[in-house]
């Protein structure tokens, strides 16, 4: 993913917090990069490791999404290192800080090497934000999809945990951002 595609998706977040706009505090954003520490991820063709491509995306786009603020918002990670975080951990920080977004960031993998595509998840079971989360995953769809040209696979239900912690708490989508094999990364240099 390119660093203009992140700043992009920087707006697109700060965009999908429109339907807090009544929210009189700065908004609590919290982007979890996905894996971290012994849990790789997925690794691609070449030994490069989800774990280290989202945290890389995460990272940029906090420090981009902060530059683009025309409303207070204030970002977290829930991993700022490659250390592995539970899930328990990552969701309970979402808790503690009364957040008002929760985004996960995975990278996709699949056998078949021209898979390709976007795909946005959203808990499949009942939660108080459950349509806050599925306008989100779709938002978040089309606009990456636009972006980057990439493959629509869908907004997709699943009992991801850390999706599932967080239904009572705030909308929360987990973005698979493409394909390992498929995506190129070249944020540092840009």
Same mark, same amino acid.
């Given at each position: 993913?390119?660093?203009? *595609? ?50 890389? #995306? ?8 902060? $530059? ?35 985004? $996960?960031?995975? #990278? *996709? ?17 009942? $939660? ?38 967080? $239904? ?14 498929? #995506? ?5 240099? *840009?």
């Amino acid at each position: 993913m390119k660093l203009q *595609n992140v700043i992009i998706l920087c707006l697109l977040v700060k965009s999908c917090v429109c339907f807090a706009q009544s929210v009189q505090h700065p908004l609590q954003i919290v982007i979890d990069p996905g894996h971290g520490g012994k849990d790789s991820g997925a690794v691609g063709k070449n030994g490069v490791l989800e774990k280290d491509l989202v945290l890389q #995306i995460a990272k940029q786009l906090t420090r981009k999404a902060s $530059s683009f603020d025309h409303k207070p918002a204030q970002y977290y990670l829930t991993r700022y290192a490659d250390t592995l975080i539970s899930h328990r951990d990552r969701t309970d920080l979402v808790k503690r800080l009364k957040a008002d977004l929760f985004i $996960s960031l995975h #990278i *996709n993998d699949a056998p078949n090497a021209n898979a390709q595509g976007i795909e946005v998840y959203v808990y499949d079971g009942p $939660s108080e934000y459950r349509w806050e989360s599925v306008w989100l995953a779709y938002t978040i769809q089309e606009k990456l999809a636009a972006i980057t040209r990439q493959k629509k696979r869908g907004v997709k239900f699943a009992d991801f945990q850390v999706l599932r912690d967080l $239904s009572d708490s705030c909308p929360a989508v987990l973005v698979e951002l493409g394909f390992i094999n498929r #995506i190129f990364v070249n944020i540092g240099n *840009n």
